[in-house]
């Protein structure tokens, strides 16, 4: 059974989306693995600033129906597609990983290139999956953290439980 890893994040509603997302993706998949919480600012639009995480997940699903169930739970979550890519959002679920899997169909990129190219998405990832390695890169996601470029990143680690109202 692959592991699956899911970028998770909200800045609308941030509390209460991310403990929703939390509490369906475990009803969906079972137990998370769940990285602490992040606010960052918005990237690409000017807004009010996301939570982000990342949980991990071992499922038999296949990738596609994988991302076609974290797009429903989006869809209950209130989420429109269809508006701009850099835009507010109640939740975004991106799946970044699917074991050592590597493909591009369609809409859906494994791994996702947000990996290396954001603190939101790289620092949570390497929380929860240290050991594991990028499976283009070959390198581990504690090591990408690690020589992540991280001047101007503006993030920070919240002291919050996810699920805790």
């Not at 991990?56 to 209130?78: H, N, Q, Y």
């Not at 996601?141 to 503006?154: I, P």
């Amino acid at each position: 059974m692959p592991d699956a890893y899911i970028g998770v994040g909200s800045n609308v509603d941030r509390k209460r989306s991310i403990a929703f997302a939390l509490r369906v993706l475990s009803e969906q998949f079972g137990p998370l693995a769940v990285s602490s919480v992040y606010e960052s600012e918005a990237v690409g639009f000017v807004g009010d600033p996301f939570f982000n995480l990342v949980v991990g997940v071992r499922t038999s699903m296949a990738v596609f129906d994988v991302a076609a169930r974290l797009a429903a739970i989006e869809r209950e979550a209130g989420r429109i597609r269809g508006v701009e890519k850099f835009s507010a959002r109640r939740l975004d679920l991106d799946l970044l990983l699917y074991g050592s899997t590597v493909l591009q169909s369609g809409g859906l990129r494994i791994p996702r290139d947000d990996i290396t190219r954001y603190a939101f998405v790289l620092e949570p990832l390497s929380e929860v999956a240290p050991d594991v390695n990028h499976p283009v890169l070959g390198q581990s996601f504690a090591t990408l953290w690690q020589r992540f470029d991280k001047r101007g990143v503006q993030q920070r680690r919240l002291d919050f439980a996810p699920l805790a109202n």
